[in-house]
């Protein structure tokens, strides 16, 4: 069974592997580890130091990014998406700050490599993620770029295949959207339109509720509520995250997920 999942940080196992790269758990991370320039040459340590065996050699101005990309593919296996019963084939495309126009999109790309996905495991996310479309120079772009009033200066992500103009567009309607609070209001407008393309399309999918705030999610008495794992490692108001604790629930979740699946298809997934 050809199994996609759509979700945010929640899903993505972001900050599990803070331990490991640090050498301590943290209480009270936000976003990323990548978030934190104060964290750059751990990140950077350990990245060399795991990758040592198997890297080529790298230009100094790219060693960040490829750090990056490596701790989020490892992170990525320490989510609660892995492990599940590995004959769901699961495709686990959540990202942290992700929104419902970017599932779309994920499910778009999704589909071009390997077509329909037979099951969709949708969850929820943060309403007050930020996403922007931008016109320019003829094209078309997408992103879901963060603004932060502690971290008020532009800077370009040399990750994104987006042009710095583009980029910059987008960092400042982020900025725009935060401070005139639209987020949640765009954020219910288009979940509330990606969840009926799915049921029109007719997709097999199944929703996971981890925040709360999206009435596809909170008045559905068949979604599975994992929202006070998600508090145990959340401290809420303060923003953070308990990144040990974090780790520890991924288990928990991939349970109630997999004896979900075993309900709807009569025993025939295992746990």
Known sequence: MNTLILGDCASDGSLTLAKEILGQDIDGAEYSLLWDSKQNKKIIGWYLKMTKEQRGKIHSHDIFSKANEYIQEKEMTMSWGNNLDHGLNITNMSRGGATAYGYYKRLLKYEVQHGRPELIILTDYDPVHPWQRINFDGDKYFLEKLYDHRKPDFMVNPALKSPPEVQRLAFNKAKSTYETQLNQKRNLRVMNWFHKYLEKEKY????????????????????LDCSDLRK????????????????????????????????????????
């Open 204 to 223: 097999n999918f199944i929703k996971l509720k981890f925040y709360g705030g999206f009435e596809q999610f909170d008045k559905d008495p068949n979604v």
């Open 232 to 271: 145990k490692y959340d401290s809420g108001l303060n923003r953070g995250t308990n990144t040990m604790v974090k780790r520890q629930v991924q288990s928990e979740i991939a349970i109630r997920v997999q004896e979900k699946l075993q309900q709807l298809t009569n025993g025939k997934i295992r746990i």
